[in-house]
Every structure is written in structure tokens, then in C-alpha cells.
């Protein structure tokens, strides 16, 4: 008898413009800034409305150590 075993996936939720203003600490005008001149994190269209990956976010932050 053959058994396979079905992988989760887990995917973590998107992030709201709001969601990641307050994970920030930055007003949301910063955010639509930083969008327009490309150079804030990683952000897709979904409809009308921005969404963010919360693993990209995260690894965004990290590469703007200094």
C-alpha cells in the first residue's frame, strides 16, 4: 500500500499598506513615497490596493542594515 504524504503549505497573509505603516513606524504617505521613487520594500497590485509579502518586507529591512 503506497502512502504519500501531502505537504501544508503554509502561507503567511498579505500585508496592508496600514499593516506595514505600523510595522514600520512610518506614516503611509512614506510608504506611497518610497513606492514612487522605488526605493521602499517589495509591494504588489492586487485590484486597487497594494499588498505586501510580510517574508519580503522582512527580508528588505534586513538588506538596509547598516
Do not use: C, I, N
Not at 37 to 53: I, N, S, T, W
Amino acid at each position: 500500500m503506497a502512502t504519500s504524504s501531502a505537504s501544508a503549505v503554509v502561507v503567511e497573509e498579505l500585508w496592508t499598506v496600514d499593516d506595514v505603516s505600523a510595522f514600520l513606524r512610518v506614516p503611509t504617505a512614506t510608504l506611497y513615497q518610497w513606492r514612487h521613487h522605488r526605493v521602499g520594500p517589495p509591494a504588489f497590485k492586487v485590484g486597487r490596493h497594494l499588498r505586501y509579502d510580510p517574508a519580503a518586507l522582512r527580508a528588505w529591512l534586513a538588506s538596509r542594515e547598516v
